[in-house]
């Protein structure tokens, strides 16, 4: 059983203060969300840590159902300059590197993050898993592992939409399995 109370702390110390806790089972895996990595994403392939590098959709749903906790933390945002967003989601992404290190080591040997947007850690991705400069740190997105983002923070009463323009408010999420 998670002692809860001290890792909320721990989340409000790496910057996550908006956190949701769900049960694992909650999470929504879907084909579709595959489909549009495949199709029109223009990281297909780009990155070492996105499709298609990683385990099929249902490894994936295999993955989600071995935990039965995990945490929705929320990342409300608008930006006036749109191509903030890339050093924005890195630095969301290094804070959740190090607040899944600082679990681990609090005794949840399953912990593991999702990062709110493709991981971005190098200034440029080699694209293939090979040749990522820092294995040890990468980590795939929700929607990588066909997570339908959509659909499980909905769930939660949690806000999302489609966005039309980049400067639009944002809700974006990122995720972390704990047991
Ligand atoms: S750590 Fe660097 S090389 Fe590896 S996936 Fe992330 S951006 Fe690419």
Redesign the pocket.
């Known amino acids: 059983m998670a002692d809860r109370e001290a890792l909320e702390r721990l989340f409000t110390k790496h910057g996550c203060e908006a956190f949701t806790w769900i049960e694992a089972a909650d999470i929504v895996v879907a084909q579709w969300v595959r489909v549009k990595c495949l199709f029109g994403c223009d990281e297909y392939g780009m990155?070492?840590?996105c499709p298609p590098h990683v385990p099929a959709v249902d490894e994936c749903k295999r993955f989600f159902g071995e935990y039965t906790t995990a945490v929705v933390f929320h990342f409300p945002k608008r930006l006036d300059d749109p191509d903030a967003r890339h050093d924005w989601g890195k630095s969301v992404n290094a804070s959740l590197l190090a607040l899944e290190r600082e679990v681990f080591l609090a005794g949840y040997h399953k912990a593991f993050a999702l990062f709110m947007s493709s991981?971005?850690?190098?200034n440029e991705?080699?694209?293939v898993?090979e040749?990522?400069?820092?294995?040890e740190?990468?980590r795939p997105t929700a929607e990588g592992l066909a997570m339908d983002v959509f659909s499980t923070v909905r769930k939660c009463g949690l806000p999302i939409e489609v966005l039309a323009t980049y400067d639009e408010p944002m809700n974006r999420y990122a995720f972390l399995l704990v047991e």
């Open positions: 990155n070492a840590t991981c971005g850690l190098c991705c080699p694209g898993p040749e990522c400069r820092h294995p740190s990468a």
